[in-house]
T-cell receptor, first 111, second 118 residues
Framework: KQEVTQIPAALSVPEGENLVLNCSFTDSAIYNLQWFRQDPGKGLTSLLLIQSSQREQTSGRLNASLDKSSGRSTLYIAASQPGDSATYLCAVKAAGNKLTFGGGTRVLVKP | EPEVTQTPSHQVTQMGQEVILRCVPISNHLYFYWYRQILGQKVEFLVSFYNNEISEKSEIFDDQFSVERPDGSNFTLKIRSTKLEDSAMYFC????????????????FGPGTRLLVL
């Protein structure tokens, strides 16, 4: 059974610092990995999707890497801003079409 | 930009009552999903739906749950007799189909319906 873990559970950084968020999964037979942002009490906003054949995906200040063999992905957010404060979730798609989610990392960027 | 919409945003119901949660997926998408998130817990998969039938469901999705695509735009989740433990945020999602199936495609989520069972 696929298990997805995100460490740390919470992170607080001063504005301008780079953020590094980690995601690990137990079964490396995945089709893709998706990173989401969730604001309190709100829905999930898709940030990046990395195909299983890719090592990296970039969008603006966001960069996500994938090491399928070791079961890890990292989301980097450059030059953090207070508006980046949110919970960040990773989810993997393996057999079937369902996503299996991690527990999230709650990020606070202090001005 | 196309988006998934859900109604209502909040629903309060009494234990044992039936509830129907509604979703309008992105119009050209062919795969539809329901997930839920109990407060403080992980987002959990409930069911996926394609070509007017369930393609996959989790162990949570028991006989009390059903899904339907009653017309060309809506996708509904029905809980027949709600329990206290059904209180959660319910998310609808949709994804497109490409050659070889949807496995590579992004799932787009709606804003959720917060269900409270008293």
């Amino acid at each position: 059974k696929q298990e997805v873990t995100q460490i740390p559970a919470a992170l607080s950084v001063p504005e301008g610092e780079n953020l590094v968020l980690n995601c690990s999964f137990t079964d490396s037979a995945i089709y893709n990995l998706q990173w989401f942002r969730q604001d309190p009490g709100k829905g999930l906003t898709s940030l990046l999707l990395i195909q299983s054949s890719q090592r990296e995906q970039t969008s603006g200040r966001l960069n996500a890497s994938l090491d399928k063999s070791s079961g890890r992905s990292t989301l980097y957010i450059a030059a953090s801003q207070p508006g980046d404060s949110a919970t960040y979730l990773c989810a993997v798609k393996a057999a079937g079409n369902k996503l299996t989610f991690g527990g999230g990392t709650r990020v606070l960027v202090k001005p | 930009e196309p988006e998934v919409t859900q109604t209502p945003s909040h629903q309060v119901t009494q234990m044992g009552q039936e509830v129907i949660l509604r979703c309008v997926p992105i119009s050209n998408h062919l795969y539809f999903y329901w997930y839920r998130q109990i407060l403080g817990q992980k987002v959990e998969f409930l069911v996926s739906f394609y070509n007017n039938e369930i393609s996959e469901k989790s162990e949570i999705f028991d006989d009390q749950f059903s899904v339907e695509r009653p017309d060309g735009s809506n996708f509904t989740l029905k809980i027949r007799s709600t329990k206290l433990e059904d209180s959660a945020m319910y998310f609808c999602a949709s994804s497109d189909e490409i050659a070889g199936g949807p496995r590579e495609e992004t799932q787009y989520f709606g804003p959720g319906t917060r269900l409270l069972v008293l």
